[in-house]
């Protein structure tokens, strides 16, 4: 009996996760689909931003990687790896803005 008694609490946890991830979904369906361009444009934005964000993330690896390689117990790396940070985060900022909408 008391097995039972756990799947159930257990399971309430899940439904209400599922129900959150459902929510979710529509409130950034919503939000997306307010903004001008439409909802097929911001998913275009959205994409292109990711498709950036994956690049520089890339970027950040191989440099960090190299520079670990090169420096393994020196505070130069530890350095060069916030700046290269922080010039990422500043390149992301300038490259992802939007793009102006098509007129057809």
């Known amino acids: 009996m008391r097995r039972v008694a756990k799947?159930?609490?257990t399971l309430w946890l899940v439904r209400g996760f599922l129900i959150g991830?459902?929510?979710m979904f529509f409130l950034v369906v919503s939000v997306l689909s307010i903004r001008p361009g439409g909802l097929r444009?911001?998913?275009r934005q959205a994409?292109?931003?990711f498709?950036?964000?994956l690049t520089l993330?890339?970027?950040y690896l191989v440099a960090s990687t190299v520079l670990r390689l090169a420096f393994p117990n020196s505070t130069i790396a530890e350095i060069g790896m916030?700046?290269?940070g922080a010039?990422?985060?500043i390149t992301f900022l300038v490259l992802s803005g939007d793009r102006p909408i098509d007129q057809r």
Do not use: D, E, P, S
């Open 82 to 84: 916030v700046a290269l």
């Open 21 to 23: 991830l459902f929510l």
């Open 87 to 89: 010039a990422l985060c």
């Open 7 to 9: 799947r159930r609490g």
């Open 47 to 49: 994409v292109r931003r």
């Open 41 to 43: 444009h911001q998913f």
């Open 51 to 53: 498709k950036l964000a």
């Open 57 to 59: 993330t890339g970027i």
